[in-house]
């Protein structure tokens, strides 16, 4: 009788456990595209581009100094107004110049990085919030992101849930 009635509670049990896999929902969206036409991006956009200007702007300025003195170094090496060792010490000036200027390159870029990440990161937060609202509040098991290259080989398209998430947003 116990025996019989294992089974049954196992049966029972299989069941339920396979009615629950099947209940799984799952859907997609792109967050790229819901990111691109998102309202906050172009004003993001428009302080990182000029932040970007002011960058570039000291960054001209460093850039005609270092030309400025590689010419003047030049017209001196040319006209032979410049002793051996005065040379060397100018060259060496020059070299430190440039070797700022390849410097202030790399920092500028990572600062634009970093600019276009601290003006994003609110977006993103945004963006991924209402992603998990929308999971929840309509019983997603997943959500899955194809704007991830490769990573979903197959797609319905009748799960998208990206106008879901564009509606949270209100874009």
């Known amino acids: 009788m116990i025996h019989a009635l294992l089974k049954q509670l196992i049966l029972i049990s299989f069941l339920l456990f396979s009615f629950n896999a ?31 200007n002011e960058l570039i702007a000291a960054f001209t300025v460093k850039m005609e100094s270092f030309e400025t003195a590689y010419n003047k170094l030049n017209k001196l090496v040319q006209e032979g107004t410049l002793s051996p060792k005065m040379q060397q010490e100018e060259e060496a000036k020059l070299k430190a110049m440039q070797e700022e200027i390849v410097k202030l390159e790399r920092e500028n870029d990572q600062k634009i990085r970093d600019k276009r990440i601290e003006l994003l990161k609110p977006i993103l937060d ?15 098991t997943m959500i899955f992101d194809t704007s991830v290259f490769n990573a979903l080989l197959y797609v319905d398209e009748s799960v998208d849930v990206s106008a879901l998430v564009r509606a949270k947003l209100g874009i």
């Open 22 to 52: 099947l209940a799984q929902k799952y859907g997609h969206l792109n967050s790229g595209n819901i990111i691109e036409i998102y309202p906050d991006v172009a004003n993001s956009d428009g302080v990182l581009e000029k932040y970007q």
């Open 126 to 140: 945004k963006v991924n919030d209402a992603i998990q609202e929308v999971g929840k509040e309509n019983g997603y």
